[in-house]
């Protein structure tokens, strides 16, 4: 077999490979970096005594599912991956609170918010240095990414995120 054949054989498999990765990561699952500790302790908490792999801090990484996305399957408590409404190339990572239809009771203000249609309300568990809809109001679900659903990195942090819903939030009316 000449060099060219073999040259030739390794381009069309990892087109072919790329081509399918390209699919999955689109229309199935993809694995998404968290930054920052808003969502600490769920997702990058604060590094202590043995919390580190190998001496070095790492963001956690998840496993971002994408079937809930074919008919806004979501529930309270997800963790969601979304574009950001003030900048559609900054991806950020917070639990729904409310859905549509849900009256919420905001914590720090006292005011009661209804969540529109065809949005939610994102909020990150660490409320001190989290930039979510207590600022920016509910987002729209066409900006959902998918919901994270497993950290995968870093090793001693595999696992299934939990679905945590705070109840006290939501009012009935």
């Known amino acids: 077999m000449s060099s060219r054949n073999l040259i030739w054989d390794f381009t069309k498999k990892c087109f072919t490979f790329s081509i399918i990765a390209l699919t999955i990561s689109d229309r199935y699952a993809s694995i998404t970096p968290v ?3 808003s969502m600490s302790p769920t997702l990058n908490p604060v590094a202590g005594e043995g919390e580190s792999f190998l001496g070095f801090s790492s963001d956690d ?3 971002v599912e994408k079937f809930c996305l074919r ?3 979501f529930s309270h408590g ?3 991956v979304f574009s950001s409404p003030h900048n559609h190339k900054e991806k950020n990572i917070k639990r729904i609170i409310g859905l549509p239809g849900d009256w919420l009771r905001l914590s720090s ?3 009661t918010v209804k969540v529109p249609e065809g949005h939610c309300w994102v909020e990150g568990d660490n409320a001190a240095s989290s930039f979510d809809s207590r600022s920016f109001g509910p987002i729209p679900l066409g900006l959902a990414h998918g919901r994270a659903t497993h950290v995968l990195w870093p090793p001693q942090r595999i696992g299934q ?3 945590i819903f705070p109840h006290d939030s939501l009012s009935s009316f």
Do not use: A, E
Request: charged share 35%.
């Open 35 to 37: 930054r920052g500790q």
């Open 61 to 63: 990484y998840v496993l």
């Open 71 to 73: 008919k806004y399957q």
């Open 78 to 80: 997800d963790v969601i």
């Open 109 to 111: 203000s006292r005011d």
């Open 161 to 163: 995120l939990q679905r």
